[in-house]
Each structure stands twice: as structure tokens, then as C-alpha cells.
């Protein structure tokens, strides 16, 4: 069992969890800039995530506070990332996946010409990587829409807001093509439907009708982008590839009865309908129907099925933390895991945060979407959240993270041993960095933990974990001494 030669390893970062910097080299406000912090008395209680009434967005804006907004301040890697590039290279990265934010480029999203000193950051961290050779794998769009469009707009949910990401979107191509090979559109995209207003600006109170529906509006809009996009791409750079993302949920049934077979395959039906759309060119139609039938209409305009089905993503990437248990039980045990809320699996431990831990369930993805699609795949998320200790000789022992990859990382191996067409992997994330759903840094992922506490106590200093020294043995055999 073996990777091919070439296989890509790294680590992946999102600007809104890590930059920092937000209101530096004329960076314009954006959703993730609201995102709060609130410590509870039980940990386990989750903190609120954003205050997103109109009301308070344009209080939060005029509050300076970057104590109880964590996203504002990041891990500064904005300063920090020669330091940071140069540790991901020692561990022998040859891939590394960052977003640039919109709003460095286009502070307010509707600015006719982007902002220089955002494009010089992105140019110079471009450049430094290819400095130390780790290859640049980029998401035009991961939780950070213009707070300006949010307002303005209600985001993705209008129409206009896809020129204007064409713009953004060209400017990128334009000015980081030539070190940037490849591409991906929307992070974890069916994220839309789950929490509207961090992944299309979708400020509730001001929705007219359902939110269901202006979610499938806004997901229908990144849907057009993303293809309108990928064709410009292919215009400019012909050689480069672009990608879809996907958060895959790969969902059992809870018992064999036929109800809950049912009910799984009906999750199943929305789970794929977006990478249908986007890799494979059209909207299922039985996924339509069921949407129809909760009342939810798809806006599509002439042109949209052409534009869809003539330019689909080249490869699939997807983040991959647990899988779902689906019953039709009303009182089968619940599990709270992200965003969404699942029938717990007996089977399965689960992290503080109730993800539950599921090795094999990669390898199931991985064949699923593969053998739905048979187009490339690319994991460019999957990790371990948990708190790490700094014990007393400076060092941080984690042998549950490193447990934690071994155990995925032989279940891809399988995969690919089986036949998928894996690109690479990049693990989520290869430092510590505010989370997304918590934003606590208390939830750490990284090889490298970052010297800084829930309310950004302590110097930002940056420590090679036991974890750190496994995975650099890791890449350099190529996946053969775990
Ligand atoms: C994915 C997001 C990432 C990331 C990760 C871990 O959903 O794309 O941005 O943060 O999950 O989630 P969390 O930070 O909530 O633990």
C-alpha cells in the first residue's frame, strides 16, 4: 500500500481564522469581523457565534474590540508569516491551502478597482512561499463575505453580488496566476443552508419570506459564480485547475429498519447536491423535487443550466471531521457535532466538542465521492480540536492528535489503494488558529501551538508540538512510517 509520487501533504488556514490585522493595509470589514467570543462557566456550553441583527453589526463595527471578536486578531500570522512558512517547511509541507480575504482586495465588495496594498500582502506571501517551494492551494471564498454586501445587500441572496465576485475573482486570477496554480471556489459551500449568514452574508431579520428559500437563493448565486468563475480561469490560465468544496457528511442509518435507510437517503439527496452542481454540471432532480416540496424554488435565469453544465469544477475537495447517524426516532440520543445535530453512534468516541471521531468513515467518503463522480479528490481539511497542555519543559505531548491522523491516514491510504484518485492532503489546520464555529483558540488543531489564551493572553510565540515532528516523518516517507 503505498502513495503515488508526488502526492501533496500540507496544512490548510482560512484569512478570517488567522490573519488577524483587520483593519490594517485598508482591509474592509467582513462578516467574520462580528464573530463573538463569550466565555461561558461550562466550556462545553457553546459561546454565541455572531451578533447579526442590523442593530448590533453596526454597534459591533464601531467597537474596537478585538478581545471578545477573536477573529479580528487572529494568531497575526498577516506579520507573522515568514516565520509560519518557514516552520511549515521544515515539516516538509509541499502544500498549503489560505484564503484571501475579499475584503483586503475590495474593502466594501463594490469598489471598481481592488485595493493595492491588499494585492502587495498576497503577492509577497505568494512569494515567499514559492520561496521556500510549498505550492499555494487558494479559496477565493471561506467565511468572509463583505459585512458591507451583508448590509447592503442581504449578500449572496442578490443577484449583483456574483458580478461583483467576478471581480474579485479576476483580480486574483489576474495579479497571483502566475504562482497560483490552483483554486477553489467556496468553502464547504452546503454551509449555506447550516449558517447562512457566515457563508452568504445573510442577515436574517431583514429576509423577506423564508430563510430557506433566500439560502437556496444565495447557494443557487455561488453556484453561478463558481462556474462563471471557473471559466474565467480556464480563459487566463488554461493550465490551472479549480475546484469545488464540500463539508462531507457521510450519514448511516441508526438501525436497518427501512425508515431510517429512507430518511439517510434523503439527507444523502442534499448532501450531494452540491457537488452535483459543481462537479457534475447539473441539479439532481429528485433533490429539486424535495426542496419543491418544502417550498423552496430554484431562481435560475437564462443561461444558468448552460453555464453549470458547461463548466464544472476539475476536482473535488472536501473537509472531513465525522459522520452522521440519520433516525426517524424521535427519541434516539442526539449529539451536537458543528453545526448540526445528529442521532449519536454508539460505535464512535466523540471530541469535547462532539465530533465524532470516525477513521473509517473517510475511506467510505473518499469511495463514495469517487465512484459518484470519478473526478479527483483532494482532502483539504481534517483534524483534531482539542486542549493542549504546555507542560513545564516548554513542550506540548499529543499523542491523541497523533492517533488521530494515523488512523485517518491508513483508512486514505486503503482508499487509494482501492482504486480513488487522490491529489493530496491537507490537514486542518497545521497551527493553532481561532475556530470557526467556537471561536476559541482553546480548541486547537495545530502542529504548532501558539502562545495565546481565549482572550488573546500571551506572546503569540509559536512552539513545534510532539505531533509536529510525527507529521514531518510522515511526509518525508511519503505516508509509509506512520
Ligand atoms: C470547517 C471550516 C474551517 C474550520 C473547521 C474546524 O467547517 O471550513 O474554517 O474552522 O471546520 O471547525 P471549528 O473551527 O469550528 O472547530
Not at 488556514?13 to 493595509?25: D, S
Not at 516538509?92 to 480575504?101: D, E, K, N, Q, Y
Not at 441539479?283 to 443550466?305: H, K, Q, T
Not at 509536529?468 to 511526509?475: E, G, P
Request: some cysteine; aromatic content about 12%.
Amino acid at each position: 500500500m503505498a502513495l503515488p509520487k508526488g502526492f501533496r501533504w500540507g496544512g490548510a488556514l482560512a484569512a478570517n481564522q488567522v490573519e488577524g490585522a483587520w483593519r490594517e493595509g485598508g482591509r474592509g470589514p467582513a462578516v467574520s469581523d462580528v464573530a463573538t467570543y463569550k466565555p461561558k462557566a461550562d466550556p462545553k456550553e457553546y459561546a454565541l457565534h455572531h451578533v447579526n441583527t442590523v442593530a448590533s453589526i453596526t454597534a459591533a463595527l464601531e467597537d474596537d474590540d478585538t478581545v471578545y471578536y477573536p477573529k479580528r486578531r487572529g494568531i497575526d500570522f498577516y506579520h507573522r508569516y515568514p516565520e509560519d512558512l518557514a516552520l511549515f517547511a521544515e515539516m516538509g509541507f509541499t502544500t498549503l491551502r489560505v484564503s484571501i480575504a475579499w475584503t483586503r482586495l475590495y474593502p466594501t465588495g463594490e469598489e471598481l478597482e481592488p485595493n493595492e496594498e491588499g494585492v502587495a500582502y498576497y503577492l509577497a506571501l505568494f512569494e515567499e512561499m514559492q520561496r521556500v517551494g510549498i505550492e499555494p492551494l487558494v479559496t477565493l471564498s471561506h467565511y468572509d463575505p463583505p459585512i458591507a454586501l451583508a448590509l447592503k445587500h442581504n449578500g449572496w441572496v442578490e443577484r449583483r453580488t456574483i458580478e461583483l465576485f467576478e471581480r474579485f475573482s479576476r483580480t486574483c486570477f489576474e495579479r497571483f496566476g502566475h504562482l497560483v496554480k490552483m483554486w477553489l471556489t467556496f468553502n464547504e459551500i452546503d454551509g449555506m443552508i447550516r449558517h447562512p449568514f457566515t457563508s452568504g452574508g445573510i442577515i436574517e431579520e431583514t429576509v423577506e419570506g423564508s430563510v430557506l428559500q433566500a439560502s437556496y437563493t444565495a447557494l443557487h448565486h455561488q453556484f453561478v459564480a463558481s462556474a462563471s468563475v471557473t471559466r474565467m480561469l480556464k480563459e487566463l490560465w488554461p493550465e490551472a485547475q479549480i475546484g469545488c468544496m464540500l463539508t462531507m457528511l457521510t450519514t448511516y442509518p441508526n438501525t436497518c429498519h427501512p425508515d431510517d435507510v429512507a430518511a439517510t437517503q434523503a439527507k444523502e439527496r442534499l448532501l450531494y447536491l452540491c457537488t452535483d452542481v459543481q462537479a457534475a454540471g447539473a441539479y439532481p432532480s429528485l433533490a429539486l423535487n424535495a426542496l419543491g416540496r418544502m417550498g423552496v424554488e430554484i431562481p435560475f435565469v437564462e443561461g444558468d443550466v448552460e453555464l453549470l453544465r458547461e463548466h464544472p469544477v476539475d476536482f473535488i475537495s472536501f473537509s472531513y471531521y465525522m459522520t452522521m447517524t440519520e433516525s426517524v426516532n424521535p427519541d434516539a440520543e442526539r449529539t451536537p457535532g458543528n453545526t448540526v445535530l445528529g442521532v449519536k453512534n454508539p460505535f464512535l468516541e466523540s471530541s469535547e466538542w462532539g465530533w465524532q471521531i470516525d477513521p473509517v468513515g473517510l475511506r467510505i467518503s473518499l469511495i463514495d465521492l469517487y465512484d459518484r463522480y470519478n473526478k479527483p479528490l483532494f482532502i483539504v481539511e481534517n483534524g483534531l480540536g482539542m486542549r493542549d497542555e504546555l507542560t513545564d519543559d516548554g513542550k506540548v505531548h499529543d499523542p491523541y492528535r497523533i492517533d488521530y491522523f494515523r488512523r485517518h491516514f491508513e483508512q486514505m491510504i486503503q482508499a487509494v489503494d482501492e482504486g480513488v484518485d487522490l491529489m493530496g492532503y491537507v490537514s486542518w489546520a497545521p497551527i493553532d488558529l481561532i475556530s470557526a464555529s467556537s471561536s476559541q483558540i482553546s480548541k486547537r488543531y495545530g502542529f504548532i501551538y501558539v502562545d495565546q489564551d481565549d482572550l488573546g493572553n500571551g506572546s503569540g510565540d509559536r512552539l513545534r508540538k510532539d505531533s509536529f515532528f510525527w507529521y514531518q516523518k510522515v511526509i518525508a516517507s511519503n505516508g509509509t512510517d506512520l
